[in-house]
């Protein structure tokens, strides 16, 4: 079994920071391409960033210069610092991550998080 638990959410007023975490835990053989997604009420589900096993990264328009996602390897965590928050990164984020199992070392499969809640208001 393979879970990723995310952490660091909650309430910031606008133009304030948050860091978010997501740690893998389980049958891990190797982790690939890890990656930040958010949803906000009423709206589709949205990629924020993606950063590769080797550290490649790529950023949604409306985040660049504001966020930044690094990962971890040898904690099997990925990061999103959030700073000059604005009302419209409300959503909640969820973690996703491109892994093979000890089991099934040769498929990779995508696991997403539970998601945490990110709300900037004032």
């Known amino acids: 079994q393979v879970q990723l638990v995310e952490s660091g959410g909650g309430l910031v007023q606008p133009g304030g920071s948050l860091r978010l975490s997501c740690a893998a835990s389980?049958?891990?053989?190797?982790?690939?391409?890890m990656g930040w997604y958010r949803q906000a009420p009423g709206k589709q589900r949205e990629l924020v960033a993606t950063?590769?096993?080797?550290?490649?990264?790529n950023y949604t328009d409306s985040v660049k210069g504001r966020f930044t996602i690094s990962r971890d390897n040898a904690k099997r965590t990925v990061y999103l610092q959030m700073n000059s928050l604005k009302p419209e990164d409300t959503a909640v984020y969820y973690c996703?991550?491109?892994?093979?199992?000890?089991?099934?070392?040769?498929?990779?499969?995508?696991?997403w998080g539970q998601g945490t809640q990110v709300t900037v208001s004032s």
């Open positions: 950063i590769t096993s080797g550290g490649s990264t």
């Open positions: 996703k991550a491109r892994i093979r199992t000890v089991v099934q070392p040769m498929v990779g499969y995508d696991y």
């Open positions: 389980g049958n891990i053989f190797n982790i690939y391409g």
